[in-house]
């Protein structure tokens, strides 16, 4: 399976188990640097980071909040369901930066060693088979 593949698969599933409550943008410190989103319903902008993983229609919110994230998994203690929200976003982040067909939603930094370090610290967790196939 490629690694966009999964990106898409992988999210996808994770989402099904999502009840876009917002509990994960309530407790994300990344909120309120995101356009809009800490004046919006968390829920709204829940269910456009789950749509956005099931491969459906998003919205400029859910997009702010995917785009801002950073990472921190302060979301993961929030989520009454015990998913791993930050992994979610990281799923929606590449899928918004362009990872399944090219063409980002968000702003992406131009960054020439990016590529490079992403192996680097992917080789760290990855299978020689998974290493052969993604990277
Ligand atoms: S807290 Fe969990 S169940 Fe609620 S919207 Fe976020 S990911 Fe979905």
Redesign the pocket.
């Known amino acids: 399976m490629s690694l966009a593949a999964r990106i898409a698969t992988e999210g996808a599933r994770m989402a099904e188990a999502?009840?876009?409550?917002?509990?994960?943008v309530q407790a994300c410190p990344m909120a309120r640097f995101a356009t809009g989103v800490a004046q919006a319903d968390s829920a709204e902008v829940?269910t456009g980071m789950?749509a956005f993983l099931r491969g459906e229609e998003t919205s400029p919110l859910a997009l702010a909040w995917i785009g801002a994230c950073t990472r921190s998994a302060v979301?993961n203690n929030?989520?009454?369901?015990k998913?791993d929200?930050a992994l979610?976003m990281r799923f929606a982040s590449m899928r918004a930066r362009g990872a399944l067909d090219g063409v980002p939603l968000v702003p992406v930094k131009a960054d020439s060693g990016w590529s490079a370090r992403v192996k680097g610290f992917a080789r760290l967790g990855l299978t020689e088979q998974e290493q052969a196939e993604w990277l």
Not at 18 to 24: I, K
Not at 78 to 81: G, K, L, R, T, V
Request: glycine share 6%.
């Open positions: 999502c009840t876009a409550c917002g509990a994960c829940a789950r979301c929030a989520c009454p369901e998913l929200v979610m």
